[in-house]
Every structure is written in C-alpha cells, then in structure tokens.
C-alpha cells in the first residue's frame, strides 16, 4: 500500500502564487467539462446502482415505497424510494471505490490507498516538486441517505481533471483527488467518537482508542473490527508520521451539496462556504421542581418545572432572535424536551423536565456569549418559577473557518466563468473542518439541493453540479 503525499517539499508563502502562468481560457475549460459530463452522469449512475439500499423492509412497506419512476430498473427503484446506504468500511462503500478507481484509472491518474482505505487519485502537475492540490469529500453514506452527499465532491474532482485531460492542460502543481471513507461514521456507530474516520485518521487527529469505543448500533462490533475486516489497518493510527501533513499541500478544496435549503430559496446554484459553523452543546439540562396534584394544589405554591423550562427556552430564543438581528450568524436549537413517560400524568404538576441546548454559530465569541446567557437566564426564570435548573456543562465544537485568500480567489474564479456564486456558512460538519484543524487552508463549494439531505428525496441538478465542478477546476488549475 502506497503512502499518499510522499512529498519532501515543504511549503512556503511562494506556494500562495501561481508558480506558472496558467494555459487555459474560461471558454475552453466549460466546453472540456461539457464532453466530459456525459460519462460523469454515467458514473453518478453506477456507483448509485452499487450502493442501492436492499433492506427488505424498505422495499416491502407501502408508506416507505413510492411507486417506481422506472419499473423495468430495480436499482433506479431501491436508490430513489429507499436511498442509498453506504456504511463505513462496507462492501457498498467498497463497490464505490472500486468503481472510483476504475474511473481513475481509464483517466490514466496515479491511483493509490492509504492504511485506513482512502483513495487518492493524482493528476500529475508541471512541478511536481511544488505542494499540489487535494480536493474530494467522503464516499459512504448515512442509512437510506441520498446519492449526492459526500459522492458529489469526489466525482466533481474527477471531473475537474478529466476536463483538464481533454482540454490537453496539465496543471501548475499536481491534483490529487481524495475519496475519504467512513465521514458518516455517527450515523452509524454509537459509543464515544467524533466521526469523521478517514479524514482524521490521515491527518493524525483520531486517537486510537475512538476505533475501539465506537460499536455498529446493528452488528455490535467495533470501528476498528470493521476496518481490519474491510482489509485495512486500524493500527497504523497513531504510528508514525500522518498521511498527510498540511505544510506537503497547497491546501483543501471540497465540494459538497447544500444539505439546506439556502442556495435552493434564494436561487443561486453555487455558494462559496465562509466558515463550517462550530457547535456548543448542553446535553443533559433538567428543570427541577415538585411533583404534586394537578388540582389540589393553587398556582402560586406549585413548583412546576414544565412551565419554568418553557419559559426558559422561549427566553433564549429571544435572546437568540436578538443576537441575530444584530447581525451574528446563530442557530438556537432543542432538539428533546420532555417529562419522563413513566412517571408524568395528566393528573400531576410536572416536577421534573429532561431536554438539550445547542447553540452553532460561525463565531465562537457568540457561542460562549449564548452558553452564559443560558446560565444567565436559567438562574433568573428559576427564581421567578420557584424551581431550578440544572444545564451541566456546554461541549464546544471549535468552527472552522474557510481560507479567506482562497474564498476571494474562488469569487473571482465565479466572475470569470459567469457563475452565480455567493458567500454561505456551512451549518453542517464536513472532512474540510478536519483539514482546517490540522492547518490546511481549505475552502468549500456548496451546490444548491433540494429537499434536504441525509434523506433518499436529495436532489441536485447536474447542471448545477456542472458549475460548481467549473469553479473547482478553475482553482485547482492555479
Ligand atoms: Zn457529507
């Protein structure tokens, strides 16, 4: 097995400019993408076909399986009814690659695996000394998720290339385009881990220990169980120095669909992300008071710990509106909130109220500003209701925010090829925010999806997918 990025160059400021002048006009690179699109719709086809959930479940309920659009193509109905499934270090994830690397190959592209199964796929530069691009996203898939989230960004590399291939231009650095695995190991696996597999096991961000404690929810084994029996190497983490080091690459470049509804509302096709919003948590919060009748006891002695806590989140949520009419960028969100089923009744003042906190914001000055509000607020509505809270501690996901040099690059890439691109946060966590922990400068391309995502209902145009893909040509090429 190859190691990817065996290069001993380190970078420096000289690698910010374009070390050559660039041979290919804007006119040129669109027509190249378009006579490679037909066998780019052909490899979105197949590799949906190879991960198509067979879940005899999904197949047989009625209120789960809509009528087939194409009766005669059983795979067109499994994938657009149920989905898609392609969990970490599967034989579907593994039939993607496959088919991955078989298109890699016909491009005549330097195709190698690292020890956890990435795949990386390079396009030889002009310099090959100089620290080359690495671009892609994740190749497997939430349970019953869409074809598009995560295959997009990798199919979109190998598009950029081929385009580059047919218009007869060879880069200024090498291209190397990444099929990360294993992105959507939470949806997966329970246990305590952060997700994000492949990624941080290349960059040396997985401690070892996260493939041990991370157990498949259906098969009760482990990451690393998986992994070796995929036939990779769950003990390479950690040993040695990491795949890939930030200062041997020019930087990360990521395309991925919207997985909200931003792009699709407003009407632009493509979005050039800012930053990938961080997150702080409080997972556990409970407001307690006091369990009595419900028609004994008068409004004024009652502790009632449902009230207080409704009371509770309509004030942060308040505090939240404010914060964002003032211009932060927040999201307020609880998503469990309840009495416990055995123990409340319609004939009882609640006493006690389990439910959670999630603030996500781009800064993380406005996160810790909200986890304090939040303290804040519970100490003075608990006052006012005659009963506590207690919120625990607030989790905090750092944000990662996206290259400025490479998000005003892409702007003008967008001008040039008449692209309709604007600037969008990224509200969900993609591989980008790992290669920006580990010091990478990154940069992300959304294209506009309806419907959602991490659902069989996603829906991106390929025409649209065509444009983001242009853009991410146009950088790579720099
Ligand atoms: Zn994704």
Not at 4 to 24: K, L, N, Q
Not at 75 to 102: C, F, I, K, N, W
Not at 200 to 227: I, N, W, Y
């Amino acid at each position: 097995m190859a190691r990817a990025g065996a290069r001993t160059e380190p970078a420096s400021e000289d690698t910010a400019m374009p070390p050559h002048p660039i041979d290919i006009d804007e006119p040129k690179l669109l027509r190249a993408l378009d006579a490679v699109m037909p066998r780019v719709a052909d490899l979105f086809d197949r590799t949906r076909a190879a991960s198509a959930h067979r879940d005899a479940a999904a197949t047989t309920a009625p209120a789960t399986s809509p009528a087939p659009t194409s009766p005669a193509d059983p795979a067109s109905l499994d994938t657009h009814a149920a989905g898609v499934s392609r969990p970490p270090y599967s034989e579907a994830e593994q039939r993607v690659a496959d088919l991955l690397t078989e298109h890699a190959r016909d491009l005549h592209l330097e195709c190698r695996v690292d020890a956890y199964g990435n795949g990386y796929y390079t396009l030889p530069g002009r310099d090959r000394e100089a620290p080359g691009w690495l671009c892609g996203s994740h190749i497997d898939s939430v349970p019953r998720g869409g074809h598009y989230d995560g295959l997009a960004g990798v199919i979109a590399g190998l598009a950029a290339v081929a385009a580059m291939r047919e218009a007869g231009a060879v880069p200024a650095v090498d291209v190397t385009v990444m099929a990360v695995r294993s992105e959507e190991a939470s949806a997966w696996y329970a246990g305590v881990h952060g997700g994000h597999i492949g990624s941080r096991a290349a960059l040396g961000l997985l401690p070892r220990g996260e493939l041990d404690s991370a157990v498949d929810s259906r098969t009760g084994r482990t990451l690393a169980e998986q992994m070796r029996l995929a036939g990779f190497d769950p003990d390479a983490v950690g040993r040695g120095d990491p795949v890939l080091q930030a200062a041997r690459w020019r930087g990360w470049l990521e395309l991925h669909i919207e997985q909200g509804p931003v792009l699709e509302t407003d009407g632009h096709p493509v979005g050039i992300v800012t930053a990938i919003r961080g997150a702080t948590r409080a997972r556990d919060c409970r407001a307690l008071g006091e369990w009595t009748h419900s028609g004994a006891v008068p409004h004024e002695l009652r502790h009632d710990a449902l009230l207080g806590a409704t009371a509770l989140v309509q004030s942060l949520a308040r505090e939240a509106a404010a914060a964002r009419a003032a211009g932060d960028d927040l999201t307020f969100t609880v998503g469990r909130f309840g009495t416990e089923a055995a123990e409340h009744s319609i004939t009882k003042v609640p006493g006690r109220v389990d439910f959670c906190l999630e603030f996500r914001s781009q800064s993380r000055a406005v996160m810790e500003r909200m986890s304090a509000l939040a303290h804040g607020h519970a100490a003075a509505v608990g006052a006012e209701w005659r009963m506590q809270f207690d919120l625990g501690t607030f989790s905090l996901q750092e944000p990662a925010p996206m290259c400025p040099r490479l998000q005003a690059s892409m702007a003008e890439g967008a001008r040039a090829l008449g692209i309709d691109a604007v600037p969008i946060a990224s509200g969900a966590g993609h591989d980008a925010q790992d290669f920006v922990h580990a010091g990478f400068p990154a940069a992300m391309i959304f294209v506009r999806n309806a419907n959602g995502s991490h659902n069989p209902r996603e829906a991106m145009d390929l025409d649209d997918f065509r444009l983001g893909t242009a853009l991410l040509a146009w950088q790579l090429m720099r």
